[in-house]
């Protein structure tokens, strides 16, 4: 897919494979995308002062369908992290919308962004993220408990058990290996049944075997439950496990692939990094 606004598309597209992508008019865009469980619409994000302003995000406008397995990929500096920062609502964009179930996301302060993040939408770290005092079963819990909400310690349980960890609840995060504590952590992300589920670099601290379990379980909670993930990866082998994958360049989006292969997500972004190459430095 590539969005005809954004600047370099036609070379991107040229220089890609078409018959991979599709052609998308922001007026499709619009029509398909409305009742998707995350929209973002225009997105910018610029850091520093003017003299020396470092634009992140350049105008990204994209959606993410119910039940969807998306990998977000591009060079170092592209902006996927600031992307998945900006519509999960853990950072405020400079510009643009992010509509979460249909609703548009309202930068109302720090206390509505913390209820919109832990009712709507579940994280999965590079580094877990898991509170070392805690055993398993009280990292998965703590997020409804902060919400306030009543904790279903047997829906817990059987996530836990989901993941391949029925007998390790009561451990402590030291007293699991990476993979176990990153298994941990998606447990804690599908707790609370989130439309949607947003993973930086989930498998960036695994080894092979663990990251296939990782990615597998993330494959699952979309399969099983119809949960939206949106993945950031440099993996072309993580990336394969999506149905989707958007490439960012510059803070843009300059194309997706569908049914992506990791041979085939590896070749775009060597064709990415030549092209940058060939643009010098900006
Ligand atoms: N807090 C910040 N202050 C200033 N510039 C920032 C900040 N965060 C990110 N940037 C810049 O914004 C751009 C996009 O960064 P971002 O981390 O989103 O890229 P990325 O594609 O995730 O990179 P990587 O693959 O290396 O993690 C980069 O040029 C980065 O240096």
């Known amino acids: 897919m590539v969005l005809r606004s954004a600047p370099h598309a036609e070379a991107w597209v040229n220089a890609a494979q078409t018959d991979r992508m599709d052609i998308l008019t922001?007026?499709?865009?619009?029509?398909?995308?409305?009742?998707?469980?995350?929209?973002?619409?225009?997105?910018?994000?610029?850091y520093g002062p003017p003299s020396n302003r470092v634009t992140a995000l350049a105008g990204v406008t994209t959606s993410f369908a119910a039940g969807t397995f998306t990998a977000i990929m591009g060079p170092s500096g592209s902006g996927k992290t600031t992307l998945l920062q900006c519509a999960s609502g853990l950072d405020?964009?400079?510009?643009?919308?992010?509509?979460?179930?249909?609703?548009?996301?309202?930068?109302?302060?720090?206390?509505?962004?913390?209820r919109f993040r832990r009712t709507r939408i579940g994280f999965v770290f590079q580094q877990y993220n898991l509170l070392p005092t805690l055993t398993a079963l009280q990292n998965v819990t703590l997020p409804m408990r902060l919400a306030g909400r009543k904790v279903n310690r047997r829906q817990c349980m059987d996530l836990l058990e989901q993941v391949g960890l029925a007998g390790f609840v009561d451990r402590r995060p030291?007293?699991?290996s990476g993979g176990q504590q990153q298994r941990v952590a998606i447990a804690r992300a599908l707790a609370s049944r989130p439309s949607i589920v947003f993973a930086d670099e989930p498998t960036g601290?695994?080894?092979?075997?663990s990251a296939a379990e990782v990615l597998s379980l993330l494959r699952r909670a979309v399969d099983t439950y119809g949960q939206t993930m949106v993945m950031v990866t440099h993996d072309p082998i993580a990336a394969a496990f999506a149905d989707s994958v958007?490439?960012?360049?510059?803070g843009r989006i300059v194309g997706t692939m569908?049914?992506?292969?990791?041979a085939a997500v590896s070749e775009q972004m060597l064709r990415l990094d030549l092209a940058r190459r060939n643009d010098g430095p900006r």
């Open 205 to 209: 601290a695994l080894d092979g075997t």
């Open 92 to 114: 405020r964009p400079t510009g643009g919308t992010v509509h979460v179930d249909g609703r548009e996301f309202v930068q109302g302060g720090e206390a509505a962004a913390t």
């Open 174 to 176: 030291t007293e699991l």
């Open 26 to 46: 922001s007026s499709d865009l619009t029509r398909h995308a409305m009742q998707d469980p995350l929209r973002v619409v225009g997105l910018t994000k610029t």
């Open 258 to 262: 569908k049914n992506p292969s990791a």
């Open 246 to 250: 958007v490439f960012l360049a510059d």
